[in-house]
């Protein structure tokens, strides 16, 4: 299986802060790699495909780019709307599979 | 605005089965470019993709799962099924029905999802 390691595990941040998320890929995954956000006792909801396409509706201070085996996930404005869960997926083999989460907090 | 609703037991009993049927409304669940797939999520924990099926057919399973899966469809209720046998306590989790679906016929995502069930293995 395609393992996914996300990058960190929490972080704190403050409404306005610009932050990133990093998530890599232990094998190539060309750019069949997705972001979703999920909030507490919520389904989770996709942001963006293959790598930097952003969802209908999705606002676009988030965005998405790749370097290599590694993706980053990038808020810029962070609102009170966007503390949640960030999970990585991708979807270049079978079983897809998922990062382990990148848990948001207010500072 | 296509929704997803699963529906099942809560709690099953140690050995045995877990059904759960996702119902699909707002759309077919025999539009020929998406597929249909099951995701859970144990308790604090990450997602697992379980497998997914198309209105023909074809399903396809997480192989760690694939001796105790079968997910099945009824076009004709627009539902489509999990059946996972054997279950043990490492088997609670929510588990989710979504839609899954692709960009340019090869970049593939999963939305929308449904709103999850809780599914408890315990005597």
């Known amino acids: 299986d395609i393992q996914m390691t996300q990058s960190p595990s929490s972080l704190s941040a403050s409404i306005g802060d610009r932050v990133t998320i990093t998530c890599r890929a232990s094998q190539s995954i060309s750019s069949y790699l997705n972001w979703y956000q999920q909030k507490p006792g919520k389904d989770p909801k996709l942001l963006i495909y293959a790598v930097s396409s952003l969802q209908s509706g999705v606002p676009s201070r988030f965005s998405g780019s790749e370097s290599g085996t590694d993706f980053t996930l990038t808020i810029s404005g962070l609102q009170p709307e966007d503390f949640a869960t960030y999970y990585c997926?991708?979807?270049?083999?079978?079983?897809?599979?998922f990062g382990q989460g990148t848990k948001m907090e207010i500072k | 605005q296509l929704q997803l609703q699963e529906s099942g037991p809560g709690l099953v009993k140690p050995s045995e089965t877990l059904s759960l049927t996702c119902t699909v409304s707002g759309g077919s669940i025999t539009t020929r470019t998406y597929y249909w797939d099951w995701i859970r999520q144990a308790p604090g924990k990450g997602l697992e993709w379980i497998g997914t099926i198309y209105y023909r057919g074809s399903p396809d399973y997480n192989p760690t799962l694939k001796s105790r899966v079968t997910i099945s469809v009824d076009t004709s209720k627009n539902q489509f099924s999990l059946k996972l046998t054997s279950v043990t306590a490492a088997d609670t989790a929510v588990y989710y029905c979504?839609?899954?679906?692709?960009?340019?016929?090869?970049?593939?995502?999963?939305?929308?999802w449904g709103q999850g069930t809780l599914v408890t293995v315990s005597s």
């Open positions: 979504a839609r899954r679906g692709s960009s340019w016929g090869q970049y593939i995502w999963f939305d929308p």
């Open positions: 997926q991708q979807s270049f083999r079978t079983p897809y599979t």
